[in-house]
């Protein structure tokens, strides 16, 4: 059984340019978090998807956007890059009637 | 609104000797808590969690971790060190009830070395 699966693994983008991140989740889980890690910190909430919605979001700008397709799987888009959106990018995968969550590998995103 | 706080940015321990990362946490309801490890350039391994019932939790890799609502803390501990235990560590606690749906709020991680 895979666990959650991310993709790319790394990503290197110019300031203003958009991008589009990727995530499989664990076997028979339905709900998808997003968080956004900088370096030295600890990951944060970014927005959490069930039943192809949007759910929950933290305290991130509109530039920041996701979808959920029927097979459960998510896409993370990030418009109008800035330098300070250069970080790793967790997503989470877990079963909304079970306790816990499942992280990925990441995606590092740098902005130059 | 929840948070997490970890006291200790780095903590050094010999290999062998017994180790605990400090975490306490703030919480409107009863809490669900988690401790996650992280090697460089990696996601996040969850290690344990307490949900409710004793309050010493077991884990992954001999891990265990002890709950006190009285001093709302979850330290993380493991009687003997091992050099590979050396990761970033990270306690978080997830929300439940009314609208919120499982988020995780993180510490701010905490760097343990364990020297051969």
């Known amino acids: 059984d895979a666990g959650v699966t991310q993709s790319p693994t790394h990503l290197i983008k110019t300031r203003g340019q958009q991008v589009t991140l990727r995530c499989s989740p664990k076997?028979?889980?339905?709900?998808v978090s997003w968080y956004q890690q900088a370096l030295g910190q600890g990951p944060q909430f970014i927005f959490q998807?069930?039943?192809?919605?949007?759910?929950q979001r933290g305290n991130f700008p509109d530039r920041f956007s996701g979808h959920q397709f029927p097979n459960y799987s998510s896409e993370l888009n990030v418009n109008a890059l800035l330098l300070g959106d250069s970080a790793l990018y967790l997503c989470?995968?877990?079963?909304?009637?079970?306790?816990?969550?499942?992280f990925g590998q990441g995606t590092r995103l740098t902005v130059v | 609104a929840q948070s997490v706080a970890q006291p200790e940015d780095q903590v050094n321990v010999a290999e062998g000797n017994p180790l605990t990362v400090k975490c306490t946490y703030s919480?409107?309801?009863?809490?669900?808590l988690f401790w996650y490890v992280q090697y460089p350039n990696r996601g996040l391994q969850f290690l344990l969690k307490?949900?409710?019932?004793?309050?010493l939790v077991k884990g992954s890799y001999g891990f265990e971790a002890e709950f006190n609502k009285s001093q709302t803390s979850f330290h993380l501990k493991k009687p003997s060190a091992l050099v590979s235990d050396s990761a970033l560590y990270f306690c978080?606690?997830?929300?439940?009830?009314?609208?919120?749906?499982?988020?995780?709020?993180f510490g701010q991680g905490t760097i343990l070395t364990v020297h051969p």
């Open positions: 978080a606690v997830r929300d439940f009830g009314g609208t919120s749906y499982g988020k995780l709020t």
């Open positions: 919480v409107s309801g009863n809490p669900y």
């Open positions: 076997s028979g889980h339905d709900t």
């Open positions: 307490y949900i409710t019932g004793d309050n």
């Open positions: 998807y069930y039943e192809e919605e949007e759910r």
């Open positions: 989470a995968s877990s079963r909304t009637v079970l306790i816990g969550a499942f």
